[in-house]
């Protein structure tokens, strides 16, 4: 099902050439978002990614980049309306993950390696899932609690549910889960820079 869905990987820094053009592309409210980060660097991120989300869509849609309408759903997930592809983006320090689907909902998270505490809180992880950490070596274990974080982020953006408190219902230690009566699968791969997964709904 991955062959379906479009995964672009890439640094933020490796755009930046193209920041004057796809700040050209953003809406007004776009724009107005972006000057409410109070950090420069935030600024031009957002640019640069929403710009470069813009370029691929319309890849898709035929549409010009300056020309791609968003809506929003409950959760503030962006989407296209008018067009049958769905799309989501992650990113972490300085790369980009953006996943591009015709035929199914999905959510991709990507997260860069890092000691981990406090997110193995009961609110989060399902028993079976605390189970499989507390058996890991501890030079395992927090590249696996990433691995597992990135699933849990990814299911969420892909339902367009948002972070909830039913995280812990359900364990996604396997590659296909049932949630709330559909089926999700999940790619994740490991570099020695990040962790990242695709969450793909199975129609």
Not at 1 to 9: F, P, R
Not at 35 to 46: E, G, I, L, N, P
Not at 63 to 75: E, H, N, R, T, V
Request: proline share 4%.
């Amino acid at each position: 099902m991955i062959e379906t869905v479009d995964v672009h990987k890439l640094s933020i820094v490796s755009l930046e050439p193209k920041l004057e053009e796809y700040a050209s592309y953003l809406s007004l409210d776009e724009h107005i978002r972006a000057s409410r980060f109070t950090r420069k660097m935030d600024q031009k991120k957002f640019i640069l990614i929403r710009g470069h989300l813009r370029s691929l869509l319309s890849q898709k849609t035929k549409d010009q980049p300056a020309d791609i309408k968003f809506s929003y759903g409950l959760k503030g997930k962006p989407e296209l309306p008018s067009n049958p592809y769905y799309f989501n983006v992650s990113h972490s320090k300085q790369t980009v993950l953006i996943s591009i689907s015709q035929f199914s909902p999905i959510g991709v998270d990507i997260e860069d390696h890092r000691k981990v505490r406090g997110i193995e809180h009961p609110l989060f992880f399902h028993h079976d899932e605390h189970v499989y950490l507390q058996q890991l070596k501890p030079t395992e274990k927090s590249l696996k609690t990433l691995w597992l974080w990135t699933r849990k982020e990814s299911l969420c953006k892909a339902t367009g549910e948002g972070l909830t408190p039913h995280l812990s219902d359900i364990s996604l230690l396997n590659d296909i889960v049932e949630y709330n009566d559909q089926f999700y699968q999940f790619y994740s791969t490991s570099t020695d820079r990040d962790v990242h997964t695709v969450c793909i709904r199975m129609n």
